[in-house]
């Protein structure tokens, strides 16, 4: 079993920035996460993915985001991050983390809010 928690949501005027924190925890060790990523769904849309990062510290970006979000990940491979700058009204979501564990198994947390007002 693997935890996860989102932190660093809140409130933000168009242009600024927020970062977001993902920490994964468990019960046995988190060695066997192999990958993690951030989403977002905002009402009534689907959720979209944003970015992963793998166990080597390679990223892939939706398009969406590309040159304003960044993707990183403590050297303890225990918690990732999600650096938003340059944000937007449309960026207005709540974005969560998942985690991929052995071939098939992902885990979610729960998310955190993020709003921009115009």
């Known amino acids: 079993q693997v935890q996860l928690v989102e932190s660093g949501g809140g409130l933000v005027q168009a242009g600024g920035s927020l970062r977001l924190s993902c920490a994964a925890s468990?019960?046995?060790?988190?060695?066997?996460?192999?990958?993690m990523g951030w989403y977002r769904q905002a009402p009534a849309k689907q959720r979209e993915f944003l970015a992963m990062?793998?166990?080597?510290?390679?990223?892939n970006y939706a398009d969406s985001v590309k040159g304003r979000f960044t993707i990183s990940r403590e050297n303890a491979k225990n918690t990732i991050y999600l650096q938003m700058d340059s944000l937007k009204p449309e960026d207005t979501a709540v974005y969560s983390c998942?985690?991929?564990?052995?071939?098939?198994?992902?885990?979610w947390g729960q998310g955190t809010q993020v709003t921009v007002s115009s």
């Open positions: 998942n985690a991929k564990v052995g071939l098939r198994t992902i885990y």
């Open positions: 990062i793998g166990s080597g510290g390679s990223t």
């Open positions: 468990g019960s046995g060790s988190t060695l066997s996460i192999n990958a």
